[in-house]
Nanobody, 116 residues
Framework: QVQFVESGGGLVQPGGSLRLSCAAS????????MGWYRQAPGKQRELVAT???????NYTDSVKGRFTISRDNAKITVYLQMNSLKPEDTAVYYC??????????WGQGTQVTVSS
C-alpha cells in the first residue's frame, strides 16, 4: 500500500553534501523503523541508516559521522543529509521500511555520484 519516492540525488565533488528526501504516498505509522539503502554498481544493496518512529538512529560504519537520517512523521517524509561525501558513496539510494515484512516494492531510487 505504501510507496516511496526518492529525490535529491545528483553529481557532487568529494567533500560535498547532498540531502535526500523520501516521500511516502501513505501513512507510515505502522512502520517503526525506516531506512536508507544504497546499491553501488556490482554490489549488493546495503542498509546505510535507520530511524525509528521515536527517533532512534543507526548507521553503517562507513557513513558514521557524515550522514544523518531524520524523519518528519507529519509529512511522512524521511531524509538523509550526506556530508563529506566520498567517491565510495556513489550509488543509487533507496528508502524503505527497515522491517522486512513491512517493506514496499523497491522504487527507482535516486542516483548519487561523487566524483572530481
Amino acid at each position: 500500500q505504501v510507496q516511496f519516492v526518492e529525490s535529491g540525488g545528483g553529481l557532487v565533488q568529494p567533500g560535498g553534501s547532498l540531502r535526500l528526501s523520501c516521500a511516502a504516498s501513505g501513512s507510515i505509522f505502522r512502520i517503526r523503523a525506516m531506512g536508507w539503502y544504497r546499491q553501488a554498481p556490482g554490489k549488493q544493496r546495503e542498509l546505510v541508516a535507520t530511524i525509528t518512529s521515536g527517533g532512534s538512529t543507526n548507521y553503517t560504519d562507513s557513513v558514521k559521522g557524515r550522514f544523518t537520517i531524520s524523519r518528519d512523521n507529519a509529512k511522512i517524509t524521511v531524509y538523509l543529509q550526506m556530508n563529506s561525501l566520498k567517491p565510495e558513496d556513489t550509488a543509487v539510494y533507496y528508502c524503505n521500511a527497515a522491517t522486512k515484512i513491512l517493506q514496499a516494492n523497491w522504487g527507482q531510487g535516486t542516483q548519487v555520484t561523487v566524483s572530481s
